[in-house]
């Protein structure tokens, strides 16, 4: 069974530039999450989506967005690129329902805003 | 906002060792959950804890869910050095809904001396 997928795997771009990242789930899996890690924040949740419907959000400003589509994989947008969001994004899918079955992570798509 | 305590930032231990990492909130969960994380990787899901006072294994892997909810431990026994890595806590109030998202610790660096 492949595992969570994101694309791409390094991403640089300059300030005021926007950027898509793309997630494939696990096979099955209904719900993506998204995270930004950084040193000094750790890991912060940005939002979730679950057939193809936000089902949670962080406190992001809405410079970040996303959306999933309805075979599950899901993309997410940050806009007006500043250099506070360099950083590694994390997509964790899972089956999002009522059972005990927990998320599984990509390995992160690494963005440096220069 | 809800906020996981893990410290310190980093341990060192000698190969072998047995090594003890404890995660606290000042809010309740009801669900713990403990990841590793290796370089240039996601993090990958080690222990799962569903209910106060729970305490589960994997292989050399203790976790122990605390009977107030509020906090959590790992143990690891016989240190290896592949154990190297960092270890995050992570909280959850529900499983489905506004309260399913996951809260994390900012992690503790293990570094396993041969």
């Known amino acids: 069974k492949a595992g969570v997928t994101q694309t791409p795997r390094y991403l640089i771009k300059t300030r005021g530039q926007q950027v898509t990242l793309s997630c494939s789930p696990i096979s099955g899996h209904r719900s993506v999450s998204w995270y930004q890690q950084t040193p000094g924040q750790g890991l912060q949740f940005l939002f979730e989506y679950f057939s193809e419907t936000q089902r949670n959000k962080g406190n992001f400003p809405g410079r970040f967005s996303g959306r999933q589509f309805s075979n599950s994989r899901s993309e997410m947008n940050v806009s007006t690129l500043e250099l506070g969001d360099s950083a590694l994004y994390l997509c964790a899918s899972s089956l999002g329902d009522h059972m005990n079955t927990e998320a599984f992570f990509g390995q992160g798509t690494r963005l440096t805003v220069v | 906002g809800q906020q996981l305590n893990q410290s310190p930032q980093s341990m060192f231990i000698q190969e072998g060792e047995d090594v003890s990492m404890n995660c606290t909130s000042s809010s309740i969960f009801n669900t713990w959950l403990w990841y590793k994380q290796d370089p240039g990787e996601g993090p990958v899901l080690l222990i799962a804890?569903?209910?106060?006072?729970e305490l589960t294994s994997n292989g050399r892997l203790t976790a122990q869910f605390g009977i107030t909810r509020k906090d959590s431990f790992l143990n690891i026994s016989a240190s290896i050095p592949s154990d190297v890595g960092i270890y995050f806590c992570?909280?959850?109030?529900?499983?489905?809904?506004?309260?399913?998202?996951?809260?994390f610790g900012k992690g503790i660096t293990l570094s396993v001396r041969p």
């Open positions: 992570a909280g959850r109030l529900s499983r489905t809904g506004a309260n399913s998202k996951l809260t």
């Open positions: 804890l569903y209910k106060a006072g």
